[in-house]
């Protein structure tokens, strides 16, 4: 039997759909199909595809078909994303953003818009 490729203790038992990688049980989230590592790592949008960045408004780990790019290395999830971009039609786009990006709270979740 081969060894879990997370812990490389236990037998592995599983596949991870994501990544291929054949973990044992306890690294292994049956109802997600994926390895520990993977689901950790997880778009926290779609739950489909492993994120790339964590959005810089809401904090959620986003994968690249569930963000866009507000500048380069800046992401944010399409939901806070077109947010922005309805601010920005009223013209307080930028001003928005620097709030967004400029407060050591602006990940925080209890932001309200
Ligand atoms: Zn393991
Ligand atoms: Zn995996
Ligand atoms: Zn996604
Ligand atoms: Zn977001």
């Given at each position: 039997m081969s060894l879990c490729e997370v812990c490389?203790?236990?037998?592995?038992?599983?596949?991870?759909?994501?990544?291929r990688r054949r973990v044992c049980p306890k690294?292994?989230?049956?109802?997600?199909?994926?390895?520990?590592?993977c689901h950790e790592n997880l778009c926290e949008?779609?739950?489909?595809?492993?994120?790339?960045?964590?959005?810089?408004?809401?904090?959620?780990?986003?994968?690249?078909?569930c963000s866009a790019?507000?500048?380069?290395?800046?992401r944010a999830c399409r939901e806070c994303y077109s947010r922005i971009r309805e601010h920005a039609r009223r013209g307080a786009g930028l001003r928005y953003l620097e709030r967004v990006i400029g407060s050591p709270r602006g990940r925080d979740k209890t932001y309200n818009g």
């Open positions: 490389w203790a236990a037998g592995a038992e599983y596949e991870c759909r994501l990544c690294h292994f989230r049956v109802d997600a199909g994926l390895c520990s590592v949008v779609c739950g489909q595809r492993l994120a790339v960045d964590s959005c810089v408004v809401c904090g959620r780990l986003v994968c690249r078909q790019e507000l500048q380069p290395g800046i």
